[in-house]
């Protein structure tokens, strides 16, 4: 049962133009959610992170949406560059007792060209 | 700063050996998780270790067992390995657990085959 899912496997757009990778989840007592960035041969690199008392987290031309009512998050990239060409992973966390783990999303291949 | 270092890159094993991988964190940080990433299940959680303890587990079988060392390496082994076990295993390690800053740094992985 995927608690966190990223229904989009792939995703092609063209340099300059907004990528939006979409994440929904199942768990209402997740509140914290993270992006990653994947390259082949490579380990998931930390991107941008959201809580969930905010609805909106900007890092440069990174952006991560949060709407809680619908759980659904976003990463907006704007403007795309063909290094931004990655698999991107969500992720999320709950507080339990003082344990946390990130559950993952399955991931959204995408492709900028050029 | 020294990233997460995992050994080794590469690993072919045959069905029914075991395997022991390592991973060394990013000096400080007292928490290692382990991940099996394959192209049909994503990211999937294996454990996570904190000052030498099991924190948290998922939902893998018997066979996947880990260790944390008192400098914070972490050791994982696979027995009995099976041909679905073929998969990217990914250690990141993280400076706390249980709080909210669960941002945490993956090493390059170890790439196991089973033949």
Redesign the interface.
């Known amino acids: 049962d995927q608690q966190v899912k990223q229904n989009s496997p792939s995703l092609s757009v063209q340099e300059g133009r907004i990528s939006i990778l979409n994440c929904d989840y199942t768990n209402s007592m997740f ?2 959610f ?1 992006w ?1 960035k994947k390259y082949p ?6 991107l941008i ?1 959201i ?1 969930s008392i905010k609805d909106k987290n900007e890092d440069g031309r990174f952006t991560v949406f949060l709407n809680k009512s619908a759980k659904h998050l976003s990463l907006h990239i704007v403007p795309s560059q063909p290094g931004d060409s990655a698999v991107y ?1 969500c ?1 999320a ?1 709950a ?1 339990a ?11 959204t291949s995408l492709a900028v060209n050029p | 700063k020294a990233g997460v270092t995992q050994t080794p890159r590469y690993l072919i094993k045959t069905r029914g050996q075991q395997v022991t991988l390592s991973c060394s964190p990013i000096s400080g940080h007292r928490s290692v998780s382990w991940y099996q990433q394959t192209p049909g299940q994503g990211l999937q959680f294996l454990f996570e270790y904190f000052s030498e303890t099991q924190r948290n587990k998922g939902n893998f079988p018997g066979r996947f067992s880990g260790r944390q060392f008192s400098n914070s390496r972490s050791e994982m082994n696979v027995s009995t390995l099976e041909l679905g076990d073929s998969a990217l295993y990914l250690c990141a390690s993280s400076f706390l657990t249980g709080y909210m800053n669960t941002e945490a740094f993956f090493g390059q992985g170890t790439r196991l085959t089973v033949v």
């Open positions: 509140d914290y993270l990653y041969a490579e380990g998931p690199t930390f992170s809580s992973f992720a966390s507080n007792g003082n344990n946390r783990k990130l559950i993952w999303g399955l991931g």
